[in-house]
């Protein structure tokens, strides 16, 4: 009974760190495609992150406001 509760464990440990892996793996390509679009923007058209955050607030802002 003991080893079953240990291979239980090592198939918990297994699944919870695979899906640590994968969710760190996404969010590092996430932060690494807006930064690609970020240096895009800034480089081709001289349109700096600043203004894309104050349009994003914009966008948040009238939608908080049409609740």
């Known amino acids: ?7 239980g464990a090592i198939v918990v ?3 919870v760190f ?10 590092i390509q996430t932060v690494l495609l ?3 679009l970020l240096l895009a923007l ?3 058209f001289g349109i700096g992150p ?3 955050w104050e349009q994003i607030r914009a966008w948040l ?7």
């Open 1 to 7: 009974m003991e080893l079953l509760i240990v291979l």
């Open 13 to 15: 440990v297994v699944v």
């Open 50 to 52: 600043g203004v894309v």
């Open 34 to 36: 807006v930064a690609f």
């Open 61 to 67: 802002g009238g939608w908080w406001e049409s609740r």
């Open 18 to 27: 695979g899906w640590l892996f994968k969710l760190v793996r996404n969010t």
């Open 42 to 44: 800034y480089f081709l």
